[in-house]
């Protein structure tokens, strides 16, 4: 059964820094592109960031210079890092792969940025 847990999530004073990642497990045999997305508080779900199987990357202009994803295919594991954190950045943060074609959301980790 393939399973995807995000993780990193925190509590976080305005301009500090978190790093979250996205584990893959279970029988995998193709890794493709993985976004994370996130979810304030009465607020719809957002796309944040993208990476390709390759390392190419997109982000949301709200994050651009700040959040910076990458991957590392042999661990199926993605990773984002997040700098000078806003308390707009407050939210549930989700990651979703496409492993062996389908689409897996993880159950999201709370990022929390306030004084």
């Known amino acids: 059964q393939v399973q995807v847990v995000e993780s990193g999530g925190g509590l976080v004073q305005p301009g500090g820094s978190l790093r979250l990642s996205c584990a893959a497990s279970g029988s995998i045999f193709s890794f493709h592109t993985t976004g994370w997305y996130r979810q304030a508080p009465g607020k719809e779900r957002e796309l944040v960031a993208t990476?390709?199987?390759?390392?190419?990357?997109n982000y949301a202009d709200s994050v651009k210079g700040r959040f910076t994803m990458s991957r590392d295919n042999a661990k199926k594991t993605v990773y984002m890092q997040m700098n000078s954190l806003k308390p707009e950045d407050t939210a549930v943060y989700y990651c979703?792969?496409?492993?062996?074609?389908?689409?897996?959301w993880g159950k999201g980790t709370l990022v929390t940025v306030s004084s």
């Open positions: 979703c792969m496409r492993l062996n074609g389908m689409d897996y």
């Open positions: 990476i390709t199987t390759g390392g190419s990357t």
